[in-house]
């Protein structure tokens, strides 16, 4: 079991950047993969970013290039930071970590990028 909290969603301008931080009550060395996930108002969650246990990263296509997501381990802490932000991108996002038998949600971070 593992509680997730997420926090450093704001207002940005398009062009700006935002940090996220998803802080596990665990260690989350052995959690099989962390994500970052976001949802936009009447469109379905999506995966943004994804980073394994042992480092390999994943990225949805419309944020490569300027979304990285990382994690420390010393400090129970997934990282997404966002830059060249756009509008689009506008969304609640919320953080995984997929476990052997279920995954965990935190309740989520809203972004907002005004134009």
């Known amino acids: 079991q593992v509680q997730l909290v997420e926090s450093g969603g704001g207002l940005v301008q398009a062009g700006g950047s935002l940090r996220l931080s998803c802080a596990a009550s665990?260690?989350?060395?052995?959690?099989?993969?962390m994500g970052w996930y976001r949802q936009a108002p009447g469109k379905q969650r999506e995966l943004v970013a994804a980073?394994?246990?042992?480092?390999?990263?994943n990225y949805a296509d419309s944020v490569k290039g300027r979304f990285t997501i990382s994690r420390d381990n010393a400090k129970n802490t997934v990282y997404l930071q966002m830059n060249s932000l756009k509008p689009e991108d506008t969304a609640v996002y919320y953080c995984?970590?997929?476990?052997?038998?279920?995954?965990?949600w935190g309740q989520g971070t809203q972004v907002t990028v005004s134009s």
């Open positions: 980073i394994t246990s042992g480092g390999s990263t």
């Open positions: 995984k970590a997929a476990l052997t038998f279920r995954d965990y």
């Open positions: 665990r260690n989350i060395f052995t959690i099989n993969v």
